[in-house]
T-cell receptor, first 112, second 111 residues
Framework: EAGVAQSPRYKIIEKRQSVAFWCNPI?????LYWYQQILGQGPKLLIQ????????DSQLPKDRFSAERLKGVDSTLKIQPAKLEDSAVYLC??????????FGSGTRLTVV | SQQGEEDPQALSIQEGENATMNCSYK?????LQWYRQNSGRGLVHLIL?????REKHSGRLRVTLDTSKKSSSLLITASRAADTASYFC???????????FGRGTSLIVHP
């Protein structure tokens, strides 16, 4: 089966600019997650979707981060405006009924 | 918050040796998972062990879980240079079923 697709692979932007990441989960996976992984740390959950509804976004900095999952399939994560501390790898994962999480390769964001 | 914490932070061994990594957590869990991450890549799921299981095997991997000590270990036998990666444990806090990751163990296997 095809894996979780993410794009772009890399992105460099200046602080205060905006950026968007895209994720296409495995077909049939109702649950989708966005994680932020800062260099040297483990991934931190930003938001969890179940179909097109938000289950948990308690750690999403809502003043600058937003995410949506229209039609319960693809998802986009946006940062506006970006700060230097947002430099990280943004990982998307999907799962079927909460087991067997599959991660995409991630988007490496550098904010300069 | 980070639920699981891996130990050691870094491990350097020779090819053919066994590598053992430990994970400790604070609250009750439903499942504990181990993942591998090669440099600059996404995470690869290795093993999921449920709270009512004590040991699982997958190829050269052996995972144990001790819920009384709130700890788990990942053993990689007969390591290979290709096993060089960071290894993370992920636990779900209470009934959330959302994996929460530790900081990981960086394993280097020298050929």
């Amino acid at each position: 089966e095809a894996g979780v697709a993410q794009s772009p692979r890399y992105k460099i932007i200046e602080k205060r600019q905006s950026v968007a990441f895209w994720c296409n989960p495995i077909s049939g996976h109702a649950t989708l997650y966005w994680y932020q992984q800062i260099l040297g740390q483990g991934p931190k959950l930003l938001i969890q979707f179940q179909n097109n509804g938000v289950v948990d976004d308690s750690q999403l900095p809502k003043d600058r981060f937003s995410a949506e999952r229209l039609k319960g399939v693809d998802s986009t994560l946006k940062i506006q405006p970006a700060k230097l501390e947002d430099s990280a790898v943004y990982l998307c994962a999907s799962s079927f009924e909460g087991y067997g999480y599959t991660f995409g390769s991630g988007t490496r964001l550098t904010v300069v | 918050s980070q639920q699981g914490e891996e130990d050691p932070q870094a491990l350097s061994i020779q090819e053919g040796e066994n590598a053992t990594m430990n994970c400790s957590y604070k609250t009750s869990i439903n499942n504990l998972q181990w993942y591998r991450q090669n440099s600059g890549r996404g995470l690869v799921h290795l093993i999921l062990i449920r709270s009512n299981e004590r040991e699982k095997h997958s190829g050269r991997l052996r995972v144990t879980l001790d819920t009384s000590k709130k700890s788990s270990s990942l053993l990689i036998t007969a390591s290979r240079a290709a096993d060089t990666a960071s290894y993370f444990c992920a636990t779900d806090e209470g009934g959330s079923y959302i994996p929460t990751f530790g900081r990981g163990t960086s394993l280097i296997v020298h050929p």
